[in-house]
């Protein structure tokens, strides 16, 4: 079965730190891994990761991919308070006939505490 | 530059009773997806749907539950005779290209709640 697990699942910070959530899967035909903010809202995208090894940055984040060892990491520099949420990895794969489908995991609720 | 649409954003609905979800894709838009985020679980996967055709429904429980997303208007996603265990947050997202690769935009979701 297609699976995607997330570590911590929760995490409590303070401003200024810096933090790595990790995401592994294990999904056949994997095609790319997303991550995503939820707050109170939709989920909002932050990065989709094709390829190994390379690096995406917006700001305080950046996340990288490993396909050798299937795992990704979502790091966040000098955390602030509004970076408090849900962070969702997704990985679109899966067994035939299942086009474009996220398999989700459960997530990492980060607080960050002033 | 609306995003992804959903309404209701809370629904209660008492046992046996429909309950019709909506969803507005993105403009552009003509992929759309439904997901159902269960308490303290990650989302799951249940329909992806193109303009008036069902791509893949293989998240989707067998009864009670149809989507629909026809040439104009919105896609539905109904549930018949709702039961306690259908309470979750539901949420479409859609994408500008299907298949794999097509980032998907989610919207805020509906809250359902079955008393």
């Known amino acids: 079965e297609d699976k995607v697990v997330q570590s911590p699942l929760s995490l409590v910070v303070h401003e200024g730190d810096t933090v790595t959530l990790n995401c592994s899967y294990e999904?056949?035909?994997?095609?790319?891994l997303l991550w995503y903010k939820q707050e109170k809202k939709a989920p909002t995208f932050l990065f989709m990761l094709?390829?190994?090894?390379i690096e995406k940055k917006s700001g305080r984040l950046s996340s990288i991919l490993d396909k050798k060892e299937l795992f990704s990491i979502l790091n966040i520099t000098a955390t602030q308070t509004g970076d408090s949420a849900i962070y969702l990895c997704?990985?679109?794969?899966?067994?035939?006939?299942?086009?474009?489908?996220?398999?989700f995991g459960k997530g990492t609720k980060l607080s960050v505490k002033p | 530059n609306a995003g992804v649409m959903q309404n209701p954003r809370h629904l209660v609905r008492r046992r046996g009773q429909e309950a019709r979800l909506r969803c507005s894709p993105m403009k552009g838009h003509s992929h759309v997806y439904w997901y159902r985020q269960l308490p303290e679980e990650g989302l799951k996967f249940m329909v992806y749907?193109?303009?008036?055709?069902?791509?893949?429904e293989s998240g989707m429980p067998k009864e009670r539950f149809s989507a629909e997303f026809p040439k104009e208007g919105p896609s539905i996603l109904r549930i018949q005779q709702v039961v306690r265990g259908d309470s979750a947050a539901y949420f479409c997202?859609?994408?500008?290209?299907?298949?794999?690769?097509?980032?998907?935009?989610f919207g805020p979701g509906t809250r359902l709640l079955v008393l």
């Open positions: 997202a859609s994408s500008a290209t299907g298949g794999f690769g097509g980032t998907q935009y």
């Open positions: 997704a990985v679109e794969g899966g067994y035939g006939g299942s086009q474009g489908n996220l398999i």
């Open positions: 749907l193109q303009k008036e055709n069902i791509i893949d």
């Open positions: 999904v056949t035909n994997f095609r790319s």
């Open positions: 094709t390829s190994s090894g």
